[in-house]
């Protein structure tokens, strides 16, 4: 069985996001860029899955400009087979990113599709669950637990309300949350290694997708603050201040 | 004209408050209907005529809806749509996992976790885990799709009367998923999500036995019990007792932060709460910069004391 993994290129977490001045976009330049955090955590699942003898092949998969390589390459030295960029200079939105994953689905018939479940620049949590719906197949969302009988799998999903247990025939796409596994460390042969591993670039125009209708984005603002309050030195004042305010 | 489809979130016995927040941000826009796909329940169709706003409710009753596989509503839901210029979902987990599939269907975007409504088809929503604030506006040619940020909205009164019809959307519904259980935490005090008082405790906390302090002072206040993603990694609670940008976001009246110092990561959770107070022995811990009331000390105790006190 093939694996396809999705992995988009983002602002490092670590990084604190600014504002750029016109206030249309956030600052980019000379800032770490990462692979979105929950998608390491989808190719670490792929990777186990192969490890374990269930898969054969995994390949990595990414959208965006050349510099999206980088985030392919660190796919390919935490062991991933080949790499695959679909290269546009544009924004792509969720909608647009599901038809491209949707063709590339088509042209690699892969088993299983891993993301994760969002992107932690736009935070959409769309892109799995769009793919799923193109490609008629079953989708499990925010996997904590993943375990594979065959041609089913039985995935625990982290809900509100706790933890819920599907079955889902394969093919079929899962996005991971948080908990479903620890990504591994990339060592340094592993990244010399990485170099020689195969990655195909694709231009986004030859794949020959309809662009969907896009969302326009503007007024990029910081989010309100609240005022610091004020510090109570004891028990009592906290639960005077707290009966005067109404809220005991 | 301006028609708006809301999806109503359930347990299969009880509407979901997200719903009744929904339909704050739904009426907001226009006209709204409220969608509810059960197998049988007629009470859960009955409770969404009271939310003030609805127009009618239209009830899909079929033992496929009895729990909420997104592949098998959506399928019916983009059939419904098709009346409608505009589909909202709470932005739960149950909304965040079926409408992105129905936007796909529908061929048009996704507006995820709207928290105002500039005007019918432009939004503000968080991204970069609410660090910045956009607008967002959806072209005219296609159905608006969003999810509702439950925490930016009041919930609706439920005094109103919606005339309830029975729909059976006419579409293919697939067997490729099948739901086999939800394993859930059974707890006796209120509903992290919509309760009006929330005890968080932190890595301060220090372990699971310590976290029976928090238990306390909550259960004294008819609080839930919530935890920072620090307390969950360590282990001291399961990860539904999450709060922050990882977990659950919340808007209590009043939420007592307990050993939580404020990563940014808590905060986005946290910051439509109506009071904060934070206790902490560390006077530098970022929560202070936010918190209404603040109290440096030894949490074990000033806690015990708190509910002690509250008596």
Redesign the interface.
């Given at each position: 069985m093939k694996i396809l993994v999705c992995v988009k290129r983002v602002?490092d977490y670590n990084v604190?996001?600014q504002?750029n001045r016109q206030g249309d976009g956030?600052i980019t330049d000379g800032v770490k860029m990462s692979v979105n955090p929950f998608d390491e955590i989808a190719v670490e699942e792929a990777l186990q899955i192969r490890d374990r003898g269930d898969a054969d092949e995994i390949v990595a998969v990414s959208i965006g400009t050349s510099a999206s390589q980088q985030q392919l390459r660190t796919a390919l030295a935490m062991g991933a087979d080949r790499a695959i960029l679909v290269e546009s200079d544009d924004e792509i939105?969720?909608?647009a990113a599901?038809r491209v994953f949707h063709k590339l689905v088509e042209k690699e018939q892969p088993g299983l599709v891993f993301l994760g479940k969002q992107a932690?620049?736009?935070?959409?949590?769309?892109?799995?669950?769009?793919?799923?719906?193109?490609w008629?197949?079953?989708?499990?969302?925010?996997a904590?637990s993943f375990e594979l009988n065959g041609e089913t799998a039985?995935v625990t999903?982290?809900?509100?309300?706790?933890?819920?247990?599907?079955?889902?025939?394969l093919p079929?796409v899962v996005t991971v949350d948080?908990?479903l596994n620890e990504p591994r460390f990339v060592k340094m042969p592993d990244i010399m290694k990485a170099k020689r591993k195969p990655l195909e670039t694709i231009a986004l125009s030859e794949l020959g997708i309809d662009a969907?209708?896009?969302?326009?984005?503007?007024?990029?603002?910081?989010?309100p603050?609240?005022?610091?309050?004020?510090?109570?030195?004891?028990?009592?004042e906290?639960?005077a201040?707290?009966r005067d305010?109404g809220?005991? | 004209m301006t028609r708006v489809l809301l999806i109503a979130e359930h347990?299969g016995a009880e509407l979901n408050l997200s719903t009744a927040k929904s339909m704050s941000c739904a009426s907001q826009i226009g006209e709204t209907d409220v969608a509810v796909f059960s197998n049988g329940a007629d009470s859960l169709a009955t409770s969404a005529a009271t939310l003030a706003g609805a127009a009618r409710v239209l009830h899909a009753s079929r033992p496929e809806n009895a729990k909420p596989?997104?592949?098998v509503l959506?399928p019916q839901i983009a059939k419904l749509a098709a009346d409608y210029t505009h589909v909202l979902a709470p932005s739960?987990?149950?909304g965040?996992?079926?409408?992105?599939?129905?936007?796909?269907?529908l061929?048009?975007?996704?507006?995820?976790?709207i928290m105002s409504v500039e005007s019918e088809r432009s939004y503000k929503r968080?991204?970069?885990?609410?660090?910045?604030?956009?607008?967002?506006?959806?072209?005219d040619?296609?159905t608006v799709c969003g999810t509702v940020r439950i925490a930016s909205f009041k919930a609706a009164a439920t005094d109103g009367n919606a005339e309830i019809t029975a729909v059976s959307p006419d579409a293919d519904l697939?067997a490729?998923?099948?739901?086999?259980?939800?394993?859930?935490?059974v707890s006796e005090r209120p509903d992290l999500?919509s309760a009006m008082?929330v005890v968080s405790g932190g890595r301060g906390v220090g372990s699971a036995e310590n976290f029976e302090i928090i238990y306390g002072l909550a259960d004294k206040l008819s609080a839930a019990v919530g935890a920072s993603r620090a307390a969950v990694d360590a282990g001291y609670v399961p990860?539904?007792m999450q709060i922050g940008q990882?977990g659950?976001i919340i808007a209590p009246?009043?939420y007592i932060a307990v050993g939580i110092s404020g990563a940014i990561q808590h905060v986005t959770g946290i910051?439509d709460a109506?009071?904060?107070?934070a206790i902490n022995k560390d006077a530098e811990a970022p929560i202070?910069?936010?918190?209404?009331?603040?109290?440096?000390g030894d949490l074990f105790s000033?806690v015990p004391?708190?509910e002690k006190?509250?008596g």
């Amino acid at each position: 069985m093939k694996i396809l993994v999705c992995v988009k290129r983002v602002i490092d977490y670590n990084v604190r996001v600014q504002i750029n001045r016109q206030g249309d976009g956030v600052i980019t330049d000379g800032v770490k860029m990462s692979v979105n955090p929950f998608d390491e955590i989808a190719v670490e699942e792929a990777l186990q899955i192969r490890d374990r003898g269930d898969a054969d092949e995994i390949v990595a998969v990414s959208i965006g400009t050349s510099a999206s390589q980088q985030q392919l390459r660190t796919a390919l030295a935490m062991g991933a087979d080949r790499a695959i960029l679909v290269e546009s200079d544009d924004e792509i939105q969720p909608l647009a990113a599901a038809r491209v994953f949707h063709k590339l689905v088509e042209k690699e018939q892969p088993g299983l599709v891993f993301l994760g479940k969002q992107a932690i620049d736009d935070d959409s949590n769309q892109t799995g669950q769009m793919l799923a719906a193109l490609w008629q197949r079953p989708q499990a969302t925010s996997a904590s637990s993943f375990e594979l009988n065959g041609e089913t799998a039985r995935v625990t999903r982290e809900v509100d309300a706790g933890l819920e247990i599907i079955d889902i025939d394969l093919p079929a796409v899962v996005t991971v949350d948080l908990r479903l596994n620890e990504p591994r460390f990339v060592k340094m042969p592993d990244i010399m290694k990485a170099k020689r591993k195969p990655l195909e670039t694709i231009a986004l125009s030859e794949l020959g997708i309809d662009a969907p209708p896009a969302l326009e984005t503007k007024n990029y603002e910081p989010p309100p603050q609240r005022q610091a309050g004020i510090m109570v030195e004891t028990v009592d004042e906290l639960i005077a201040a707290l009966r005067d305010r109404g809220v005991l | 004209m301006t028609r708006v489809l809301l999806i109503a979130e359930h347990d299969g016995a009880e509407l979901n408050l997200s719903t009744a927040k929904s339909m704050s941000c739904a009426s907001q826009i226009g006209e709204t209907d409220v969608a509810v796909f059960s197998n049988g329940a007629d009470s859960l169709a009955t409770s969404a005529a009271t939310l003030a706003g609805a127009a009618r409710v239209l009830h899909a009753s079929r033992p496929e809806n009895a729990k909420p596989l997104a592949a098998v509503l959506a399928p019916q839901i983009a059939k419904l749509a098709a009346d409608y210029t505009h589909v909202l979902a709470p932005s739960t987990t149950f909304g965040k996992d079926v409408l992105p599939r129905v936007a796909a269907l529908l061929g048009a975007p996704q507006v995820s976790d709207i928290m105002s409504v500039e005007s019918e088809r432009s939004y503000k929503r968080p991204i970069y885990a609410g660090n910045v604030i956009v607008q967002v506006s959806v072209p005219d040619n296609c159905t608006v799709c969003g999810t509702v940020r439950i925490a930016s909205f009041k919930a609706a009164a439920t005094d109103g009367n919606a005339e309830i019809t029975a729909v059976s959307p006419d579409a293919d519904l697939p067997a490729h998923t099948r739901y086999i259980d939800l394993q859930a935490q059974v707890s006796e005090r209120p509903d992290l999500q919509s309760a009006m008082r929330v005890v968080s405790g932190g890595r301060g906390v220090g372990s699971a036995e310590n976290f029976e302090i928090i238990y306390g002072l909550a259960d004294k206040l008819s609080a839930a019990v919530g935890a920072s993603r620090a307390a969950v990694d360590a282990g001291y609670v399961p990860n539904d007792m999450q709060i922050g940008q990882t977990g659950k976001i919340i808007a209590p009246d009043l939420y007592i932060a307990v050993g939580i110092s404020g990563a940014i990561q808590h905060v986005t959770g946290i910051k439509d709460a109506g009071t904060i107070v934070a206790i902490n022995k560390d006077a530098e811990a970022p929560i202070f910069a936010l918190a209404d009331f603040g109290l440096v000390g030894d949490l074990f105790s000033i806690v015990p004391d708190l509910e002690k006190k509250l008596g």
